[in-house]
């Protein structure tokens, strides 16, 4: 890889994510929900900011952001729901970070205006609150059926694909995967391993595609193990995804 990634805690469970290059010594945040926490990763990095990339308009994602940009001058890249940015982006748009090409995927459903940013080169997508490990973002704004059609946009990317999402809400999200999936090998070693991750205090983010679609039951909602469990061998996928939602909601 020809970038560096820091990963940092803030908030109560919110992970920022700075993404450098040390030839060009440009650097991208992605959100900017604390601009203490953020300011505080650049400098124990040495690391100046080039770019912000924002995924949505939540609090815990924007609340630093006049601040940081005012500190740094860094150019800011999001929905057009923010008035701050200074390029508003939608579905398929593309610009450059440090020479390389930046895609913009719109995935709707936790909230409406949510963009992921995809780094190509190498193979890397930030995907806000869409995509967690085990798991998906609330419906705060949008419908399951939107949600759905975003988790399904994720999951045809290469299956090597670096995950980056912007919450510690694994250990929840494993024991409602082992409810629904609990037959699953992948799920239940992954379960162990993740329980240690957190027991020494470290991250269990970033993730990749493959072990999304192995383990995570809101990227499997055509397994006909899952199927069976909620007694919908024969109903749609969305329909399927939906129920996964509500009964996570209540879980
Ligand atoms: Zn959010
Ligand atoms: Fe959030």
Not at 9 to 21: A, I, P, R
Not at 81 to 103: A, C, K, M, N, P
Request: aromatic fraction near 10%.
């Amino acid at each position: 890889m020809k970038f560096q990634y820091h990963q940092f805690k803030y908030g109560t469970d919110n992970y920022g994510v700075l993404v450098h290059d040390t030839k060009t010594k440009e650097t991208v945040a992605v959100d900017a929900g604390n601009s203490t926490g953020y300011l505080n990763a650049l400098r124990e990095m040495g690391w100046s900011l080039t770019q912000i990339w924002i995924t949505h308009h939540h609090g815990d994602h924007t609340d630093g952001l006049s601040e940081l940009k005012k500190q740094t001058g860094a150019k800011v890249f999001g929905p057009k729901s923010i008035e701050s940015v200074d390029v508003s982006l939608s579905e398929d748009d593309q610009f450059e970070f440090s020479g390389e090409q930046v895609r913009v995927l719109e995935t709707p459903g936790h909230t409406l205006d949510m963009l992921n940013f995809y780094l190509k080169s190498e193979e890397t997508i930030f995907t806000g609150d869409t995509l967690f490990v085990m798991g998906c973002g609330r419906l705060f704004e949008g419908s399951a059926e939107q949600m759905y059609n975003s988790i399904s946009k994720l999951i045809e990317l290469p299956r090597e694909t670096i995950v980056y999402c912007s919450h510690e809400y694994t250990l929840a999200n494993a024991k409602f995967a082992l409810s629904v999936d609990p037959e699953n090998i992948e799920l239940i070693n992954r379960y162990k391993s993740i329980e240690i991750t957190l027991k020494n205090g470290l991250p269990t983010v970033p993730t990749t595609i493959k072990r999304e679609v192995q383990t995570n039951p809101f990227c499997r909602f055509g397994d006909i193990a899952i199927r069976r469990k909620l007694g919908m061998i024969e109903s749609s996928d969305s329909s399927v995804f939906k129920k996964l939602r509500e009964l996570k909601d209540s879980f």
